[in-house]
């Protein structure tokens, strides 16, 4: 598949359908919602009620991310996730998409918060 295409296929996914695996993700492996949510919050800025509306509102990544006010720490998330080297995603979205899966994969293979939440 090409760059674009995988690109435009992300951005276009809504938060509401993937939010369900991440958190089952994270609670197959001991993990708890409030964990996760403190990883999202530490991305995005957005709090519980910010997220609860977004998830209703049926957001799309592009939306989700268009919101969000993005840790000025987030460029320190760095690795491979899903067969592609975080730091070197050249699409700002998909990266930003990238940075959400890192670090929610990171904390279901219980690496501590504070390593985490870089910085």
Not at 11 to 29: G, I, N, W
Not at 35 to 47: A, N, P
Not at 67 to 80: E, K, M
Request: charged share 30%; hydrophobic share 35%.
């Amino acid at each position: 598949m090409d760059t674009h295409t995988h690109d435009q296929r992300i951005a276009k996914m809504t938060f509401a359908s993937v939010y369900p695996l991440l958190l089952a993700k994270v609670e197959r492996k001991g993990r708890t919602k409030e964990e996760l949510h403190q990883v999202i919050t530490w991305l995005t800025g957005f709090d519980d009620k910010q997220l609860d509306k977004l998830i209703k509102e049926k957001v799309t990544y592009e939306t989700f991310f268009q919101r969000a006010s993005l840790n000025p720490n987030a460029g320190l998330i760095t690795g491979v996730i899903c067969g592609y080297r975080v730091e070197d995603i050249e699409n700002p979205l998909t990266q930003q998409v990238r940075y959400l899966d890192k670090l929610v994969d990171e904390l279901a293979k219980g690496r501590k918060m504070e390593k985490i939440l870089r910085g």
